[in-house]
């Protein structure tokens, strides 16, 4: 059964640090991964999607990486901003023929002015 | 506009009662989605919906039920079977042509 995991669970930095977020999961049979910001008591706004055959994808001041084999996916993120805290979550769909996602619990970012 | 909406944003129920959430997406995708959220948690999964007129089980469906009358709507029903309903839940549409999964604002619900 998939799994996925994101530590740290919580995490203050100061406003200007380059700061990575950390995705694992257990199945490496993937079809994509997706990370998603979360602002609170909001719904969720996609920030990146990589398919499988993919090993990171940009925009902006994000960038998020993939390696399959290790089971994992970072979420970079560059010169942070207070306007950047918010919860993070990674998503994994796990084979082509269903439309099932799993989940892990969140990065909660707080970016300190 | 295009996107996904969801009503109403907070919801108050006497323990008992059953209590629809509303779901409506104006994106033509096909297949939408139900997650419950439960402070400190990830999302989990309740129903989906691949097509109109067809939906399956997530990971916690007991106590819930859905239908998929319409490409554009997706309803969720929490009865009164549900032992703990009190949470945030948020409903979601995927299309064939995008790999991405596209969320509404979502419904707080509180039952007491």
């Known amino acids: 059964k998939q799994e996925v995991t994101q530590i740290p669970a919580a995490l203050s930095v100061p406003e200007g640090e380059n700061l990575v977020l950390n995705c694992s999961f257990t199945d490496s049979a993937i079809y994509n991964l997706q990370w998603f910001r979360q602002d609170p008591g909001k719904g969720l706004t996609s920030l990146l999607l990589i398919q499988s055959s993919q090993r990171e994808q940009t925009s902006g001041r994000l960038n998020a990486s993939l390696d399959k084999s290790s089971g994992r996916s970072t979420l970079y993120i560059a010169a942070s901003q207070p306007g950047d805290s918010a919860t993070y979550l990674c998503a994994v769909r796990t084979t082509s023929g269903t439309y099932k996602y799993i989940f892990g619990t969140g990065t909660r970012l707080k970016v300190l002015a | 506009d295009g996107g996904i909406t969801q009503s109403p944003k907070y919801l108050f129920r006497k323990e008992g009662q059953n209590v629809t959430l509303s779901c409506e997406q104006n994106?033509?995708?096909?297949?939408m989605y139900w997650y419950r959220q439960d402070p400190g948690q990830g999302l989990r999964l309740i129903y989906y919906s691949q097509i109109v007129n067809d939906f399956q089980k997530g990971d916690i469906a007991e106590g819930y039920s859905v239908s998929r009358e319409k490409k554009e709507s997706f309803p969720l029903t929490v009865t009164s079977a549900q032992k703990n309903p009190t949470a945030f839940y948020l409903c979601a549409s995927k299309g064939d042509n995008t790999a991405e999964q596209y969320f509404g604002p979502g419904t707080r619900l509180t039952v007491t």
């Open positions: 994106l033509n995708h096909d297949a």
